[in-house]
Nanobody
Framework: QVQLVESGGGSVQTGGSLRLSCAAS????????MAWFRQAPGKEREQVAQ???????MYADFVKGRFIITEDKGKNTLYLQMNSLKPEDTALYYC?????????????????????WGQGTQVTVSS
């Protein structure tokens, strides 16, 4: 079992920045994949960024150049630095984790690829 706890959400104005954190605990040994997803009201959950066991990252087109996903393996913590925020970035942001056995490098994953999820942290961007 893996537990994920997100933090760092809040309300900012257009153009502002926030840094989300996701602390992982439990059985986190070995290689794993992690990602950030978001879900806006009335919309489906969508992947924002992912990080592979080798540290390589991928981003959704709508956040490229603005968001950065990183991890601190020593602290078992995943981060999402969000810059140049827009009102359309308003959503509940979730982190996701999977042991990623047999993962395919550089494949853009989706919800079905992740076993564990956090409760989410709200990000609201006002114009």
């Amino acid at each position: 079992q893996v537990q994920l706890v997100e933090s760092g959400g809040g309300s900012v104005q257009t153009g502002g920045s926030l840094r989300l954190s996701c602390a992982a605990s439990g059985n986190t040994r070995g290689s794993y994949c992690m990602a950030w997803f978001r879900q806006a009201p009335g919309k489906e959950r969508e992947q924002v960024a992912q990080i592979d066991p080798d540290g390589s990252t991928m981003y959704a087109d709508f956040v490229k150049g603005r968001f950065i996903i990183t991890e601190d393996k020593g602290k078992n913590t995943l981060y999402l630095q969000m810059n140049s925020l827009k009102p359309e970035d308003t959503a509940l942001y979730y982190c996701a984790y999977d042991s990623c056995v047999g993962y395919v490098a550089k494949r853009w994953r989706d919800e079905s690829d992740y076993t564990y999820w956090g409760q989410g942290t709200q990000v609201t961007v006002s114009s």
